[in-house]
């Protein structure tokens, strides 16, 4: 199945729903940051869930997700745009903890659980949007959850979650989001809430070949009306250009000492682990850009 994501609505618009299938987006995430399997998991759901909030916004609409929850995986950051185009990285992708009591990758163990979710959006306007909630799960998708109900005003349902295979590749990854707009019933949440309970994990689903929409078909009351299907994939957007100006923002000095011990620089873009070289002639025409302000 390639990655996508479905969007439908339910109950005359009273829900608001997205379905997401994630796979090859996850393992590329997985080979580019040589993670491992709980990095991979806490990576994975937070960038699934990124991909479907860039999804929901609009033009050339832009957001970051920062997560800091002073686990051993440090800081997650994932960019996602309208577009489908997701990248992401860990401050710590080479974390590894044994399973947790039920056996599952330790994903609040990593993330930790004393921090925040930040999201920014870039709508085009002079200040960005900025919402910020606490970490009460560490899982992500109770967090995510927090976050929209809290920041957002939208009372939602987040389900997501990746399954790493034996040899460590990923085997299946998605979720779903479920928002509950005003006039859903308490009938309509005690359906959803029993479903919830009754229905396997999205990657058991997944795992099995379930659908984005059979898995929102299993959770939402009444029929689902299905709108677009978007494709998502990662797509990083670093360039020499845009690697020249974190160096100019180093300063001078720095660059200086570039040019004195290293012989030229090598810069890693954080998100695709691409490498961009800059010899000394190119260092210093950046020093005389700085000295030119
Ligand atoms: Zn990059």
Known sequence: MNDYIVRATALEGRIRAFGAVTTQL??????????????????????TVGAVMGLMLKGDNRLTIQIKGGGPI???IVDANARGEVRAYASNPHVDLPLNLIGKLDVAGAVGTNGFLNVIKDMGLKNPYQGSVEII???????????FSQSEQTPSVVGVGVLVDRDYTVKVAGGFILQLL????????????EQLSKVPGVTSLLSEGATPEQILENLIPG???????????????CSHERLEKVLISLGEGELQSMIDEDQGAEVECSFCKEKYYFSDEHLMTLIDRIKEK
Do not use: W
């Open 26 to 47: 996850v393992e590329e995430l997985r080979q580019r940051h040589q993670a491992t399997p709980v990095a991979t998991a806490a990576m994975g759901r937070a960038a």
């Open 74 to 76: 440090g800081q997650i």
């Open 137 to 147: 799960s560490g899982e992500l998708g109770e967090d995510f959850a927090y976050y």
């Open 182 to 193: 005003p006039g859903v019933s308490g009938e309509d949440v005690s359906y959803i809430e």
């Open 223 to 237: 029929p689902v009306k299905f709108l677009e299907r978007e494709p998502v994939r990662f797509q990083c957007t």
